[in-house]
């Protein structure tokens, strides 16, 4: 072999392990994750109490169980006249305390919550109250969960109401007429909820509050119709169930459950609230079924059916897979960015509402870098569905310049400045750190100290966190 030929050789040779070394430091490298079992104290979602607007301090106590309330507004007082300026003031005062305490509002008026009430005697007054209460509930948008109709009969449920006898055409236009008034007057970010599917059929068929109403189930898995709930000629329960899951799975569903019995066991309940897609549930009617559930384990789940039912209310989100190359050199990261490709999975009953939008978070331990992520597909998934989104993340060089460590995570907040865990989303993952709001997944490290090149691991993998 000449001396040309032998040079190139071992150049050849001096030269493999580095591309080996580079290959193997570009290499990506693929995260698998499973949904943990933690209970999480996500907004916007879980058990309910409910609590009379005339006792804000109960707000308090509430929120120490909950994130979500059934806020009852008792106007039985004035069926006959405009509500006073002091009455309003006392619902501002209830909101102000849920907001301040952090929990979500699901509203209800009702001419007297009990058997016998007393209602206005024109329904024309009660469209005037409704003119008043929506102007008080329009300067809390992001803090009212649903609005349940309300107003008719006993409770606010549209039951033992004047104005729901006699005749069957009668009694839709008095339904549909309240429900214009609502559509009227609430900010269009509020969504509304009814008694019965077949009285959202109804609004659909007149146009009222298109996309913004849905239902809340006071007799859920109680009986045959649920007490009324599915009664409609020529639909069974079965039939009324698959109506509401093609239809309503970007409304806000809820509801309470009356009576122990066959329909609540934890299997049937759990198909149901898929079904319904179920936000909201009341913690303390019936107290003797969840305790009843809490004695029992959820079949193929490993833990109890009331932790397994409860924490599945409303969303529940986790990374599922997570693709990302294990290096970069500095200038990849100020220049392209490390490209991220996750899978983001809802196993809740019900979607995550629009009010939370997507970030991708950039953190040193000192300044925290937000960017949003388009994820339209995130408002309509739910049961174990998922959506995979590919991102790019610009590291600036003002950070890359320290030797700390830099942290990727993930945000789903209303928007990117908030850092209060309590109004952002945390994932069910148990991989993750949850700080400051951000779900953070990642770990880029300086590799050595000459040569500008930044190793990426998991928050968790051998490697802490950067925390502000």
């Not at 109490?49 to 994130?67: C, F, L, M, T």
């Not at 405009?82 to 952090?102: F, Q």
């Not at 559930?293 to 833990?303: D, E, L, T």
Request: hydrophobic fraction near 40%; proline fraction near 4%; glycine fraction near 8%.
């Amino acid at each position: 072999m000449n001396r040309k030929i032998w040079g190139t050789a071992l150049l050849l040779g001096s030269l493999l392990p580095l591309f080996f070394a580079l290959a193997a430091f570009r290499r990506e490298v693929r995260w698998h994750f499973a949904e943990s079992d933690r209970w999480l104290d996500n907004p916007d979602r879980g058990f309910y109490i409910q609590v009379k607007s005339s006792r804000p301090g109960r707000i308090a106590d509430a929120a120490k169980e909950v994130r979500v309330i059934l806020l009852s507004f008792d106007i039985e007082e004035y069926a006959q006249t405009a509500l006073p300026k002091e009455k309003l003031e006392e619902l501002k005062v209830a909101l102000d305390t849920a907001a301040k305490e952090r929990t979500a509002v699901v509203f209800r008026a009702a001419y007297g919550f009990h058997k016998e009430v007393t209602e206005p005697d024109r329904i024309e007054k009660i469209a005037g109250h409704i003119a008043q209460i929506a102007d008080v509930l329009n300067d809390y948008p992001q803090q009212i969960l649903v609005v349940q109709a309300g107003m008719f009969g006993a409770y606010g449920e549209w039951h033992d109401s004047r104005y729901l006898e006699g005749e069957k055409e009668e009694q839709r236009q008095n339904r549909l007429y309240l429900l214009k008034q609502w559509d009227a007057c609430l900010d269009t970010r509020i969504r509304v909820a009814v008694r019965r599917p077949g009285f959202v059929r109804e609004a659909m068929e007149e146009g009222i509050l298109t996309d913004r109403l849905g239902i809340h189930n006071d007799a859920l898995l109680s009986n045959s119709s649920d007490m009324g709930t599915y009664n409609d000629p020529g639909m069974e329960r079965a039939e009324e169930l698959q109506w509401v899951q093609a239809h309503l799975s970007g409304q806000v569903n809820g509801g309470e459950m009356p009576t122990p019995g066959r329909l609540n066991e934890p299997e049937n309940a759990d198909h149901e609230f898929r079904q319904l897609y179920l936000s909201y549930l009341n913690l303390k009617y019936n107290e003797e079924i969840i305790a009843r559930w809490a004695g029992m384990k959820m079949a193929g789940k490993g833990m109890d059916a009331a932790h397994y039912l409860g924490s599945h209310l409303g969303y529940r989100l986790f990374i599922s897979q997570l693709d990302v190359r294990n290096g970069y050199f500095a200038g990849e990261l100020s220049a392209e960015g490390i490209r991220l490709r996750l899978s983001l999975c809802n196993m809740g009953y019900a979607p995550v509402t629009d009010k939370y939008k997507v970030f991708v978070t950039v953190d040193n331990g000192e300044e925290q870098l937000c960017s949003a992520v388009e994820m339209p597909e995130l408002y309509a998934i739910a049961g174990g569905q998922s959506v995979t989104k590919e991102v790019q993340v610009r590291i600036p060089d003002a950070m890359l310049q320290g030797e700390a460590g830099i942290t990727v995570g993930l945000k789903i907040a209303p928007d990117g400045t908030v850092t209060d865990g309590r109004d952002c989303v945390e994932l069910a993952n148990e991989d993750f750190v949850y700080d400051g709001g951000a779900n953070r997944l990642l770990t880029l490290y300086r590799a050595g100290k000459t040569a500008p090149v930044y190793r990426v691991a998991l928050c968790t993998e051998n490697r802490p966190c950067i925390t502000g």
